[in-house]
């Protein structure tokens, strides 16, 4: 397993390419005085459209960040490419389990795996990706 600082947050949290992140031991600031933390796992969360979630803090702000793009960017690079899951399983978070692609290619990967719902998209973007699957 390999650790990695995340971009922003170093020094602060780590995150390993099998998905896990690490809160860094320090001395912080609580209510009239310090106290000091041991490193330890972050508890993971499913949002709202079932995908995991953790929960930064720095500098007192609390920041919700996805743990596949989290995972992408740490390890691989930061890019504007949506992240796919290439096994549909929006919880793999496996390094190995995750690319950048289009979201035009995104959707066509959905589609073979079968999560796909055409119906809840509007006339003009199924026509779209019809055109774009022949």
Same mark, same amino acid.
Do not use: P, Q, W
């Given at each position: 397993m390999q650790w990695k600082d995340i971009e922003g947050y170093e020094g602060l949290y780590k *995150?390993? @390419?099998?998905?896990?992140?690490?809160? !860094?031991?320090r001395k912080a600031f609580c209510g009239h005085g310090y106290? *000091?933390? =041991?490193?330890k796992l972050l508890k993971q969360k499913l949002d709202r459209y079932g995908y995991t979630v953790v929960y930064l803090i720095k500098d007192g702000k609390m920041k919700t960040k996805k743990l596949h793009r989290l !995972?992408?960017?740490?390890?691989?690079?930061?890019?504007?490419?949506?992240?796919? #899951? =290439? @096994?549909?399983?929006?919880?793999?978070?496996?390094l190995t389990n995750l690319e950048y692609l289009s979201s035009s290619?995104? !959707? =066509? #990967?959905?589609?073979?795996?079968g999560l796909? =719902?055409?119906?809840? !998209?509007?006339?003009?973007?199924?026509?779209?990706?019809?055109?774009n699957l022949i």
């Open positions: *995150i390993s @390419d099998s998905g896990l992140v690490l809160t !860094l031991g106290r *000091i933390t =041991k490193d !995972l992408m960017e740490t390890f691989v690079g930061k890019s504007s490419l949506t992240v796919n #899951h =290439k @096994d549909g399983n929006k919880n793999n978070n496996l290619d995104n !959707l =066509k #990967h959905a589609h073979k795996l796909f =719902k055409e119906g809840y !998209l509007n006339r003009k973007e199924r026509k779209r990706l019809r055109r």
